[in-house]
């Protein structure tokens, strides 16, 4: 016995003495829709490379939304209804896979939770699944009405914005309950997410151009949160931040396009965080 536990403490303090897995470094992608790349930059927003996947080794095409989960990047490549591809890639911009799902009906927003790919679907309006290995494809998985894009996964429900309905709609993960006017008065909404006790979206049309947010229960709804950002499309949340993209700020596609932040209490608002980019539709953190 004794010789036993000196044999367990020598593997443990050879354990302890060990160096810890390299974690992977979070950094900031948006998806560029005028040349169909992604970029990327550092948290604090420095070291902004603008071709981080490039467009000649299957990049975004169109300019879609945008999700990293596990060690990868997923993308859509929505193309004025005619795509049908989610791409992937490793966090490190290797093993780019630009048809890694196919049958997607357009995919705008991308997310992924647990076991599955979720994507918001504009051709069929509906909400798409795969599984993680890209099979199993059911692109109508969850019914949504006319104009979904941002889609988004929190607890036990699917969350989806209705652009053209002005709507974030819930359902349950297994696709029953779907309730389109969860949260109404959206304007051009085409981006969710949900972050602690609350539901946020992209108000982007002209008029409103502001981030709303609304509890978890939808109540609440404040379609001003963080106002005055004219051409908002996208959101991202990470950490204490709320991130978002301005993809036509002066009623001239890919002029003075941004990436934008605050603190998720509405505070600290920094319009410009991201300059120079290029069209920027997509944004993921992490």
Known sequence: MGALLAALALGAAAAAAAPAAPTAVAHI???NSRDGTIGRANLNGSGANQSFIASTTGGATGGGGLAVHGGYIYWTSANGGSATTLGRAK????????SFVTGGGNPCGVTVAGR????????GAAIGRSNLNGSGVNKSFIATGQGVCGVAVSGPFVYWANYKAGTVGRAHLNGSGANAS??????NDA????AGPYIYWANGAAGTNSIGRAK???SGANQRFISNLNGVVSLAVFGKYIYWTIWNPNGARN?????GRANLDG????RRFLTGLKGPFGIAVG
């Open 29 to 31: 992608y948006w998806t």
């Open 91 to 98: 966090v490190d911009g290797s093993d780019i896979r630009p």
């Open 116 to 123: 599955y790919i979720y994507w918001a679907g504009d051709v």
């Open 182 to 187: 969860f949260i109404s008065g959206a304007s």
């Open 191 to 194: 981006s969710v997410v949900v």
């Open 216 to 218: 978890l229960d939808g």
């Open 255 to 259: 002029q003075g396009s941004v990436v």
């Open 267 to 270: 505070t600290g608002v920094n």
